[in-house]
C-alpha cells in the first residue's frame, strides 16, 4: 500500500501563496495518477488538480491559471503551487494516488484570511 504525506500547509492572507507537497512511501514512477482534493467546511471533497504518469494534468476550474501541479518521479513527491490565493481556497487539501485502488494522505490545513 502506498502511503502519502502531506505537507506545507498553513495560514497565509488573499492574494499570498504556499506551496502543497505530498512525499509518497514508494516508487511513484509507475502511479498511474496522482493529485489533489480539497474540503472545506460543510463540504464535499472535490477535486483541485491531478497529473497522470505521463505529465498530464487537468485542473478545478476555480483554481485554473492559479494553481499548479507537478511531480518528481526521482524524489517520489507530488507538488502543488498555490498562487493568488482566495479566502474561499480554505480547506483541508488531501494528496491521493490511483494505482491498484485509491490511496489518501492525512490531510494539511489551508487557511486563507481576507
Known amino acids: 500500500q502506498v502511503q502519502l504525506v502531506e505537507s506545507g500547509g498553513g495560514l497565509v492572507q488573499a492574494g499570498g501563496s504556499l506551496r502543497l507537497s505530498c512525499a509518497a512511501s514508494?516508487?511513484?514512477?509507475?502511479?498511474?495518477?496522482m493529485g489533489w482534493y480539497r474540503q472545506a467546511p460543510g463540504k464535499q471533497r472535490e477535486l483541485v488538480a491531478i497529473i497522470t504518469n505521463h505529465g498530464t494534468t487537468n485542473y478545478a476550474d476555480s483554481v485554473k491559471g492559479r494553481f499548479t501541479i507537478s511531480r518528481d518521479n526521482a524524489k517520489n513527491t507530488v507538488s502543488l503551487q498555490m498562487n493568488t490565493l482566495k479566502p474561499e481556497d480554505t480547506a483541508v487539501y488531501y494528496c491521493w494516488a490511483y494505482t491498484t485502488g485509491s490511496y489518501w494522505g492525512q490531510g494539511t490545513q489551508v487557511t486563507v484570511s481576507s
Open positions: 514508494e516508487s511513484i514512477f509507475s502511479i498511474n495518477v
